[in-house]
Antibody, heavy 123, light 112 residues
C-alpha cells in the first residue's frame, strides 16, 4: 500500500528550528516528486516546496526560501524538512504529498497520496 | 503567481439536491504540454485533503460519479449531482500548471 507517514513537529519558540520527517512505503521516494503543503489553523492550503525525483532538484515558496531545506535519505526512503528561523506565521499543519500517475503514466498534476499531517506551533 | 478564486465561500445544501462550486484562475491554466492541470480536493476536519478530480474532469478511481469537473482556460466548475451527507467539508481547487502551485481559498459545504 502506497503511504506517507509523517513524524516530527511540536512546539518551538520564534527563531527556533524543527525537523519533519515523511517516510514512504509502497514506493521508492527517489522515483517520485514529493511536495510539502501547509495549512495554518482555520485557513486554506499553501504550497511550500517540491523535491524532484532522481537528482533531487528542490524548489521553495518565497515565504520559506532560505529558511527551510529538504533532504532525502534514500536508504530509509524518508524525506526531511529542516525548518530554521521559525516565525509565528509558520504555525500550521504540514503535509507531505505525492503526485499521482494517470493511466497513461503521465502526471495527474495533483496529489493522490497525502501524509497524515503534523502540527508545528511557533510561540 | 497564479491566483485561484473560488465561489461561493460557503454553500448550504439540501441532501439530494445538486451543488456547484466555481474556480477562476488569474491566468490560463493550459500548460505548454497542452494539458490543463486543475484539480479538486475535498477536506474533512482533522483530515488531510483527498483528491477528487484531476486534469479538470478526470475522477480519481473510487470517487463517486456524482462528482464531476468541467471547464477550460481559466474557468472551472465542480458539480455534485446529488449531495449526500458525507460530502460536507471544504472543497479546494488547485493549479499545478506553474510553480508555485496555488490553491483556491476553499468552499465550505454544509447540510441545510
Amino acid at each position: 500500500q502506497v503511504q506517507l507517514v509523517q513524524s516530527g513537529g511540536g512546539e518551538v519558540q520564534p527563531g527556533g528550528s524543527l525537523r519533519l520527517s515523511c517516510a514512504a512505503s509502497g514506493f521508492t521516494l527517489i522515483n517520485s516528486n514529493i511536495h510539502w503543503v501547509r495549512q495554518a489553523p482555520g485557513r486554506g492550503l499553501e504550497w511550500m516546496a517540491i523535491i524532484i525525483s532522481g537528482g533531487g532538484e528542490m524548489r521553495y515558496a518565497e515565504s520559506v526560501k532560505g529558511r527551510f531545506t529538504m533532504s532525502r535519505d534514500n536508504f530509509k526512503n524518508t524525506l526531511y524538512l529542516q525548518m530554521n528561523s521559525l516565525r509565528s506565521e509558520d504555525t500550521a499543519v504540514y503535509y507531505c504529498a505525492k503526485p499521482g500517475r494517470d493511466r497513461d503514466g503521465t502526471s495527474m498534476g495533483s496529489f493522490d497520496v497525502w501524509g497524515q499531517g503534523t502540527m508545528v506551533t511557533v510561540s | 503567481d497564479f491566483v485561484m478564486t473560488q465561489t461561493p465561500l460557503s454553500l448550504p445544501v439540501i441532501v439530494g439536491q445538486p451543488a456547484s462550486i466555481s474556480c477562476t484562475s488569474s491566468q490560463s491554466l493550459v500548460h505548454s504540454d497542452g494539458v490543463t492541470y486543475l484539480s479538486w480536493l475535498h477536506q474533512r476536519p482533522g483530515q488531510p485533503p483527498r483528491l477528487l478530480i484531476y486534469k479538470v474532469s478526470n475522477r480519481l478511481p473510487g470517487v463517486p460519479d456524482r462528482f464531476s469537473g468541467s471547464g477550460a482556460g481559466a474557468d472551472f466548475t465542480l458539480k455534485i449531482s446529488r449531495v449526500e451527507a458525507e460530502d460536507v467539508g471544504v472543497y479546494y481547487c488547485m493549479q499545478a500548471t506553474q510553480t508555485p502551485l496555488t490553491f483556491g481559498g476553499g468552499t465550505k459545504v454544509e447540510i441545510k
